[in-house]
């Protein structure tokens, strides 16, 4: 079974542009969440999205938007970006709640 | 609050040698902790899931225990690698309606020839 997999992985954007960020979940798996990582931050969550509706969403700008589609795959969308959206976006995908994430390899931002 | 707090923030150790690393929580309602294996620039991967029932669970050279009393897990590495050197992320999940998760901040561990 093929991971979980993030497109682009690498993308340099200025500030006050737009971005979307790609994430194809582990097949059979319904939900995808989106996590911001940044050095002395940790992970924090963003989003998760099951069979196409938000079902938690975590304190992130609203800036900060997803989605998911019939086929599971989700993107994430960052409006009007800043200097401090630079960071490592992760996704990860379930197969239902209290089961084990699955981490994609990350897409990684930098804001000029 | 829900928070999960581990040490130390970070820890050199000599190829061979064994290390602890803690994680201390207050989730509640408790379900399940796990730890997670990050390399430098890679998405965390799944070392060992515990509920509330099980106290020791283990995984090739990892070891973790869970104390759910004291709300204490530890994530104990024996003879250790160069390949161990990463970040070691603690993580506990609520039993709610919607699956909170709630992540430490980790423990970088660099393992040295």
């Known amino acids: 079974k093929a991971g979980v997999t993030q497109t682009p992985r690498y993308l340099i954007k200025t500030r006050g542009q737009q971005v979307t960020l790609s994430c194809s979940p582990i097949?059979?798996?319904?939900?995808v969440s989106w996590y911001q990582q940044t050095p002395g931050q940790g992970l924090q969550f963003l989003f998760e999205?099951?069979?196409?509706?938000?079902?938690n969403k975590g304190n992130f700008p609203g800036r900060f938007s997803g989605r998911q589609f019939s086929n599971s795959r989700s993107e994430m969308n960052v409006s009007t970006l800043e200097l401090g959206d630079s960071a490592l976006y992760l996704c990860?995908?379930?197969?239902?709640?209290?089961?084990?994430?699955?981490f994609g390899p990350g897409t990684r931002l930098l804001v000029l | 609050k829900n928070q999960v707090e581990q040490s130390p923030q970070s820890l050199i150790i000599l190829e061979g040698k064994n290390c602890t690393l803690q994680?201390?929580?207050?989730?509640?309602?408790?379900?399940?902790l796990r730890w997670y294996k990050q390399d430098t620039g890679r998405g965390p991967v799944s070392l060992t899931i515990?509920?509330?029932?099980?106290n020791t669970k283990s995984n090739g050279r990892y070891t973790a225990t869970l104390d759910a009393d004291t709300k204490q897990s530890s994530l104990h590495i024996t003879a250790s690698q160069l390949s161990d050197s990463a970040s070691y992320i603690c993580?506990?999940?609520?039993?709610?309606?919607?699956?909170?998760?709630?992540f430490g901040p980790g423990t970088s561990l660099s393992v040295i020839p």
């Open positions: 994680c201390n929580y207050t989730v509640s309602p408790f379900s399940n």
């Open positions: 990860a995908s379930k197969w239902a709640q209290q089961e084990t994430q699955y």
């Open positions: 999205y099951f069979s196409e509706t938000q079902r």
């Open positions: 097949s059979g798996h319904r939900s």
């Open positions: 993580v506990v999940s609520a039993e709610t309606s919607y699956d909170k998760v709630i």
């Open positions: 515990m509920t509330f029932s099980e």
